[in-house]
């Protein structure tokens, strides 16, 4: 299952308690054991995203580059930025806090962080062995007060303890920088314009030559390029961001099949069931149903 994830949608596509709702901040704890599945999924999420590794591992796609997970690692997304769950231990447990873009706004360590390329291209981090119990009991700290019963401080220290956790891991970031700094390639370049390109015009261009011209790259080299450095060729990246519009819409909304169809461009509701079909095997209307 692909998801574009938004502060408010999250709540019903993860069976997330509405009372809990806060301004800003969702915090998801999942596991990966028979009694409580952990949902693989690629997702994208529409502001900072912290995922906390507390137990087992994790193999994922991020920003079209894998990576492992072990226990203590943290993965930091940048908003917009794919990650796509490939394996889990069967004893992964993961605490996953999200940001909103306002939340990100109002403090200025959040907004440089938004802003980084060492982020980027290197999102997953792991601190320092003396501060990893700070971590942890700010992260247990974080769902505790998440979790309490509202009260008109509540918001207020949340944030604070929030903004805590990003200073250590902002401080980590710093150090790592300092030892190796990044420079951003070509490579980096073309994959993150052509990130933002299928991200804005997926639903409306579907040529190789429309993202070649923009890149001022020719349509053979892009398509060689993309195949060799992501494992999909550009036609395989639209119809994934594409399945990934579509298949959010059918969870998180009371669109019909046919409005979902003009929303994306589709000429017809037909033709839509058809490439959704042919890409996940199943209908949109099974899908939403399941």
Sequence with gaps: MTLFLTPDNVYKLYHIDSSKKME??????QQNHPEKEYTKNTRIFDGLLLGFMIKGSMKAQIHFQEYELNEGDIAVLQPQLMIDTKSLSEDAEIITIGLSLDFITEF?????????????WQ????????????????????QNFYHKSPTPKKAEMLR??????????????????????????????????????????ANQQRSV??????????PQYL??????????????WIDHVMILHAKTLLKSTN????????????????????????????????????
């Design 24 to 29: 800003g901040i969702v915090i998801l704890h």
């Design 209 to 218: 030559t429309f993202y070649a011209e923009k890149l001022h790259l020719t």
């Design 223 to 236: 398509s060689t390029f993309l195949k060799q450095k992501t494992g999909k060729s550009v036609l395989q």
């Design 160 to 201: 604070h303890l929030v903004i805590a956790l990003m200073c250590l891991i902002s401080e980590a970031y710093s150090g790592l920088i300092n030892q190796n700094s990044f420079t951003k390639n070509r490579t980096h370049e073309i994959i993150d314009d052509f990130y933002v390109l299928i991200s804005k015009y």
């Design 123 to 142: 999102p997953v981090i792991r601190l320092q062995s003396e501060e990893i119990g700070l971590q942890k009991e700010l992260v247990t700290l974080i």
């Design 108 to 120: 200025p360590v959040l907004r440089e962080f938004v802003m980084n390329n060492e982020v980027r």
């Design 255 to 290: 669109l019909s099949v046919k409005q979902i169809s003009h929303e994306l461009n589709f000429e017809d509701s037909s033709v839509f069931c058809r490439f959704f079909k042919r890409i996940t095997g199943i209908s949109p209307g099974s899908f939403r149903n399941r």
